[in-house]
């Protein structure tokens, strides 16, 4: 989302985060197993205070007090690339503590307490991540609006990391620049990719895969010229491309973080995953929405 523009949020759906919650009655206090902390909650690392944020959160929510919990985390999801991982550990873990307590959290509940975390995380997320990471069908955000987006047959991607963390202050500094010294140029362009968005909504409702990757390499060049992308997200769409990707995009705040790659099916996937990773990605992950074979 750039400057207001809409934006369209493809689920990873094959890219997991597993939360698993233990009620214990040993008094050790609540505790954290994961990548970035292991031991007693109350001493986590600012690193994961989103994810305390999500257990003690919970448990207000639901009004629950001296209990201890054993949270552990496992999380196919890099952080700062731009996929959201901070809002899928909090979707995860809310919904584990809520799942060990006996409880189901209706949506907008399970939303609320996300958007607590990712403010902990964010300061003033839009709630576009929050609503993606919960999401198993593509998610349409427009004016703080949210709505669903029907899929006709199905699409494969490719995500692609770059191994380097990415940037969003710095780029939405630099279109803020741009925008500054250029106003009426950088809004034609904020407005184009808009433009873009909504008519790669109605490729996914098609089911025209062709079209969709054409607008995908479009939108690459719109956010290139706003000075969003990198020589790393670059080099990672022009391998992309050189395998006969149907489109190719950075996605995410950019500055860093991953590509976002369409494959015409599973083995072609496979194929620019392979070329992706030759051409220095740290990660690939194959990833499908719409009808699955």
């Known amino acids: 989302m750039v400057y207001g523009a809409p934006a369209l949020v493809l689920p990873a759906n094959d890219v997991l985060v597993t939360a698993t919650v233990t009620p214990v009655t040993d008094g050790?206090?609540?505790?954290?197993?994961?990548?970035?902390?292991?031991?007693?909650?109350?001493?986590?690392?600012?690193?994961?205070l989103p994810t305390v944020t999500a257990v003690t959160a919970t448990l207000r929510h639901l009004g629950v007090t001296g209990l201890d919990l054993h949270v552990r985390v496992e999380s196919d999801v890099p952080t700062a690339r731009g996929m959201g991982s901070s809002a899928a550990v909090a979707a995860a873990v809310t919904a584990a503590v809520a799942d060990a307590l006996g409880v189901t959290l209706d949506a907008e509940t399970h939303h609320e307490l996300i958007q607590e975390c990712e403010r902990v995380a964010h300061?003033?997320?839009?709630?576009?991540?929050?609503r993606g990471v919960v999401a198993d069908v593509p998610v349409w955000f427009e004016d703080g609006h949210v709505a669903s987006v029907e899929v006709?047959?199905?699409?494969?991607?490719?995500?692609?990391?770059?191994?380097?963390?990415?940037?969003?202050?710095?780029?939405?500094?630099?279109?803020?620049?741009?925008?500054?010294?250029?106003?009426?140029?950088?809004?034609a362009v904020v407005d184009r990719i808009g433009e873009l968005s909504r008519r790669a909504r109605g490729t996914l409702r098609d089911g025209d895969a062709q079209a969709l990757g054409v607008i995908m390499n479009a939108a690459h060049e719109l956010l290139t010229t706003l000075d969003?992308?990198?020589?790393?997200?670059?080099?990672?769409?022009?391998?992309?491309?050189?395998?006969?990707?149907?489109?190719a995009k950075l996605t995410g705040g950019?500055?860093?973080?991953?590509?976002?790659?369409?494959?015409?099916?599973?083995?072609?996937?496979?194929?620019?995953?392979?070329?992706?990773?030759?051409?220095?990605?740290?990660?690939?992950?194959?990833?499908?929405?719409?009808?699955?074979?």
Do not use: K
Request: aromatic share 2%; net charge negative; proline share 4%.
């Open 28 to 48: 050790s206090g609540h505790r954290l197993e994961s990548a970035v902390h292991t031991g007693p909650l109350d001493l986590a690392p600012a690193a994961v």
């Open 228 to 247: 969003v992308s990198s020589a790393d997200l670059d080099r990672l769409v022009g391998a992309a491309r050189a395998a006969d990707a149907l489109g």
């Open 123 to 130: 300061g003033r997320p839009s709630g576009l991540d929050a």
């Open 152 to 187: 006709t047959g199905e699409f494969v991607f490719v995500i692609a990391d770059t191994g380097v963390p990415g940037h969003t202050r710095e780029a939405v500094a630099a279109v803020r620049d741009r925008h500054d010294r250029a106003p009426e140029a950088v809004d």
């Open 254 to 293: 950019g500055r860093g973080g991953c590509v976002l790659v369409l494959a015409a099916d599973g083995e072609h996937a496979d194929r620019i995953a392979v070329a992706l990773r030759g051409a220095g990605a740290a990660a690939t992950w194959t990833t499908r929405i719409g009808d699955r074979a």
